[in-house]
C-alpha cells in the first residue's frame, strides 16, 4: 500500500507563476487535509475536505484554492505565488474527522518543498 | 496566544536517561489529545493517544491533566533512534481537523 503519496516532492517557483501540488491516498479515507509547516509555526491548516466534491478553508486559505473531484485525491494550488508561501507542504488523509469520537489517525505525505523566489 | 503551546527545546540527553516533555491547550473544549513524533525531513506519525487515566506504551508514558489543561510525554531509557520532534496534538470540540503545536525537539546523544 502506498498510503498518501505527494507530487512533486521539490519545486522552486518565480513569484506570480502558479502551480499545483498533488495528494492521492490509497486507503478509501474520506477525510483529507493540505497543511504546511514552516520553522517555529508547526503544521497549519490550509484547507481540508470531508469527501468527494466537498472543501472547506483551515487556518490559513489565502493564496490557495483546492479541489477534491475524486475521493482519492485532493488538489492543493497556488494561482499566483508568493515568497511567503515558501514552506513545506503536507497532505493527510484519515477515515473519520476530528469530529467523530475515537481515534482519527492521520496519515500524512512525505511532504512537498516549495520554493517561491 | 497559541492554541497549543510546547517547549521547542531542544532538549539534550544522553542515553538511557529519561526525559518529559509537556504541552499546554488553552481551548477547554479540547476532547481528545496525541503525541505524533516527526523525524528530520519527514513526515509526522502518530505515536500515541492520550487517555484521561494515562495510558503507557513501552517506554514511553502519556498522561493528561484536564484540570491544569495539559499533556506530558515521558521517555524512560532514551534510544538515540528516540531523537525527533515531537508535536502536541489536540481534537477541539466543533472543529473538523486536528490542531497541532509546534513540537518539541529531542537529540539523544551517545
Known amino acids: 500500500n502506498a498510503g498518501v503519496t505527494q507530487t512533486p516532492k521539490f519545486r522552486v517557483l518565480k513569484t506570480g507563476q502558479s502551480m499545483t501540488l498533488l495528494c492521492a491516498q490509497d486507503m478509501n479515507h474520506e477525510y483529507m487535509y493540505w497543511y504546511r509547516q514552516d520553522p517555529g509555526m508547526g503544521l497549519r491548516l490550509i484547507h481540508y475536505?470531508?469527501?468527494?466534491?466537498?472543501?472547506a478553508k483551515g487556518e490559513v486559505p489565502d493564496g490557495y484554492n483546492v479541489s477534491r473531484l475524486k475521493k482519492q485525491n485532493f488538489l492543493l494550488g497556488l494561482e499566483s505565488a508568493a515568497p511567503s508561501q515558501t514552506s513545506v507542504y503536507f497532505c493527510?488523509?484519515?477515515?473519520?474527522?476530528?469530529?467523530?469520537?475515537?481515534?482519527?489517525?492521520?496519515?500524512f505525505g512525505a511532504g512537498s518543498r516549495l520554493t517561491v523566489l | 496566544r497559541k492554541e497549543v503551546e510546547q517547549d521547542p527545546g531542544p532538549f539534550n540527553v544522553p542515553e538511557g536517561a529519561t526525559v518529559a516533555f509537556n504541552c499546554t491547550y488553552s481551548n477547554s473544549a479540547s476532547q481528545s489529545f496525541f503525541w505524533y513524533r516527526q523525524d528530520c525531513r519527514k513526515e509526522p506519525k502518530l505515536l500515541m493517544s492520550v487517555y484521561s487515566s494515562g495510558n503507557e506504551d513501552g517506554r514511553f508514558t502519556a498522561q493528561l491533566n484536564r484540570a491544569s489543561q495539559y499533556i506530558s510525554l515521558l521517555i524512560r531509557d532514551s534510544k538515540l533512534s528516540d531523537s525527533a520532534t515531537y508535536l502536541c496534538?489536540?481534537?477541539?470540540?466543533?472543529?473538523?481537523?486536528?490542531?497541532f503545536g509546534s513540537g518539541t525537539r529531542l537529540q539523544v546523544q551517545p
Open positions: 496534538v489536540v481534537n477541539i470540540a466543533g472543529r473538523r481537523a486536528l490542531t
Open positions: 475536505s470531508v469527501g468527494e466534491g466537498t472543501t
Open positions: 493527510a488523509s484519515s477515515h473519520m474527522g476530528a469530529r467523530s469520537s475515537g481515534a482519527n489517525v492521520l496519515t
